[in-house]
């Protein structure tokens, strides 16, 4: 039993480091996007779509989200983060402004963490002892608030069907949780 509950939260460790790496690097993508890049040669025809994302009829700001083509030879994924509205404009993988034709399947992610930037301003090699422990409050601290299904793809109910008609989408994520 012991080992079971290890194994479970080194899992759940795992994806809490995987959600972070990933919405770490869909940062970066996003405030690069304005960088001169030029358009990929391949890259479908682009259509604005915004989602209003709301938990139990209430905007939820601050919530990532993710959208993969359905389309399992397409290449190209589309994400966001919502704003005070509960409102997301997508960017294609990232960069691009707008969404290619598709049915996408979506998940919506919302995290409550104390700032991890605190761990920047120790060294873990000569603060050994208090970067663990903040380390530790940080991961103590650090919630879920939708509820599990909506952020993975497996189990996410969630998805929309882009069309050059349909680009305005409401979704409702259910109630309000806060879970480890």
């Known amino acids: 039993m012991n080992n079971y509950s290890e194994n479970n939260n080194s899992s759940q460790q ?3 480091r995987l959600f972070v790496l990933q919405l770490s690097l869909f940062v970066v993508m996003i405030i690069c996007s304005g960088c001169g890049q030029s358009l990929p040669p391949d890259l479908p025809t682009l259509y604005s779509v915004s989602i209003n994302i709301t938990q139990e009829n209430k905007p939820l700001p601050d919530a990532v989200v993710f959208m993969i083509n359905e389309d399992p030879s397409s290449k190209w994924t589309a994400g966001g983060i919502t704003n005070q509205n509960g409102i997301v404009n997508l960017r294609t993988n990232g960069q691009f402004k707008g969404v290619p034709l598709g049915t996408y399947k979506v998940t919506v992610r919302k995290t409550e963490s104390p700032d991890a930037a605190l761990l920047n301003e120790i060294s873990e090699s000569e603060q050994p002892q208090e970067y ?3 380390k530790k ?16 793809f497996q189990t996410s109910p969630l998805s929309v069907e882009i069309t ?17």
Request: charged share 40%; hydrophobic share 35%.
């Open 164 to 180: 050059p008609d349909k680009s305005t989408f409401k979704i409702d994520v259910g109630k309000s949780v806060r879970r480890k």
């Open 137 to 152: 409050q940080i991961e103590d601290n650090t919630f879920e608030l939708v509820e599990e299904q909506f952020s993975d």
């Open 132 to 134: 663990a422990r903040l």
């Open 14 to 16: 795992f994806a809490t």
